[in-house]
């Protein structure tokens, strides 16, 4: 597998919770810096989120508080806990390394956020 497998997005109201996961065959976890990245409609990709191997995190502003990213190494899993989110978080989210390698972005997980 070198893809990222993203899974747990949806429709929820303004205000809700979801939590995402992604998902890699391989350790990659505990080798890279890696990220949450999003994509709204005819917008460009943007880094949401990372977390370094070391656990140290970062976020951009208009989640800050918000969002927060995890790892778990021993199940090759990142995950992203969002809450009270927002109509403009409205994307399909993807995860990767920071920076991204090409070959390695999954198909994401859609995530609609309307009342």
């Known amino acids: 597998q070198v893809q990222f497998v993203e899974s747990g997005g949806g429709l929820v109201q303004p205000g809700e919770s979801l939590r995402l996961s992604c998902a890699h065959s391989a350790p990659i976890f505990s080798i890279f810096i890696m990220g949450w990245y999003r994509q709204a409609p005819g917008k460009q990709r943007e880094l949401v989120a990372r977390i370094s191997t070391r656990g140290s995190t970062n976020y951009t502003d208009s989640v800050k508080g918000r969002f927060t990213i995890s790892g778990d190494s021993a199940k090759n899993t990142l995950y992203l806990q969002m809450n009270n989110l927002k109509p403009e978080d409205t994307a399909v989210y993807y995860c990767?390394?920071?920076?991204?390698?090409?070959?390695?972005w999954g198909q994401g997980t859609q995530v609609t956020v309307s009342s």
């Open positions: 990767n390394s920071v920076p991204g390698i090409p070959v390695s």
